[in-house]
């Protein structure tokens, strides 16, 4: 751990269930290596990754609270997703509450869960590392690990068809940015 962020880790320990906060941690290191091998600051990887799931432990009412204090509007499918809250509340808690001012850092926490079209380098690092994060065992983990490591394009396609299929399978609604971001994912792999 760097230590110009060892105090974000000490807040996120102290703020989220150790489950949590061991997530976060493989998230921050599995951010770090991708940012390494894909040429992106490891330091801002790691910092958007212990960082990304900040708030996703509050109440969806705490949520809503923090997204309004940082003037933020919802559109209606987040709006009635809660547990897609925290994505946008990380974000705002990120800027308001810790200091966060880089730009890129705040957008990787603002669009780890739908993911979004044009996503920068960061962005898309944070997407696929808490997909690919230690501690994870879902179906096809390997896959997603192996198609990350070929490039972050491979590994967003995969990951949004997971997600989005996923989501259908199960008659949950699936947001505009994640739609958005795939469309553009095939387009720039068909190229």
Known sequence: MDSRISHLYEFAEKTLSERRFI??????????????????????????????????????????????????????????????YHAVSGMVFARDTLGITDTGILEAIRTHTTGAANMPLLSKIIFIADFISEERDYPDVDVMRRESQKSLEDGMRYALKYVITDLISRGKTVHPDALSAYNEVILQLNE
């Not at 998230?27 to 330091?43: I, M, T």
């Not at 708030?55 to 509007?73: A, F």
């Open 23 to 84: 997530h976060s941690k493989n998230v921050a290191s599995s951010a770090a290596l991708l940012a390494k091998k894909y040429g992106e600051d490891p330091l801002r990887a790691e910092t958007a990754g212990i960082l990304h799931d900040i708030t996703k432990e509050l109440n969806p009412e705490k949520q809503l609270q923090i997204i309004k204090s940082g003037s933020i509007m919802l559109d209606d499918i987040l709006l009635r997703t809660p547990k897609l």
